[in-house]
């Protein structure tokens, strides 16, 4: 069981990996799950757009795909990146590029763990678990 990032086309290294492995931990541990293998791809905008048309079917740009491979309560799966978007709403919300790589990386392991984002209703508790855990974060 381990859970890895990866660097893909793209310079951008994460700031305090370990913190974000701790929290991570913490996220699927907190719902009474059991880490299993996480892999994080960080990469740009091009091969993250190719990934959602070839296997979502959407033609655009996105800042996160996650794909769940979890078998019961073991949770694996992967988390794509976009630095490029991410920087972009990094730059929108006046937040460090790390926090916001820490952001979709907490989105991708919610999404994991069985939140989703379709409704209203669904993105107010996706976001405000982000906060939280965020938080979290900055106080390790």
């Known amino acids: 069981m381990s859970i890895r990032i990866f660097y893909e086309e793209t310079e951008f290294r994460l700031k305090g990996w370990r913190k974000t492995v701790r929290i991570i931990k913490e996220v699927i541990g907190s719902e009474q799950l059991i880490s299993g293998d996480l892999n994080f791809i960080i990469t740009n905008d091009t091969i993250l757009r190719e990934i959602n048309n070839r296997f979502l079917g959407h033609d655009y ?3 996160v795909i996650t ?3 979890s078998n019961g309560t073991l949770i694996n799966g992967e988390v794509y990146i976009s630095i490029d978007t ?3 709403n990094a730059n929108n919300y006046e937040v460090s590029l790390n926090n916001e ?3 979709v990386i907490l989105h991708g392991v919610l999404h994991l763990i069985g ?3 379709k409704t209203e ?20």
């Open 61 to 63: 740009y996105t800042d």
């Open 67 to 69: 794909f769940n491979n």
């Open 86 to 88: 991410v920087r972009i």
């Open 101 to 103: 790589v820490n952001r």
């Open 115 to 117: 939140l989703d984002d």
């Open 121 to 140: 209703q669904e993105k107010v508790v996706m976001r405000n678990s982000e906060d939280n855990w965020l938080r979290r974060l900055e106080e390790e």
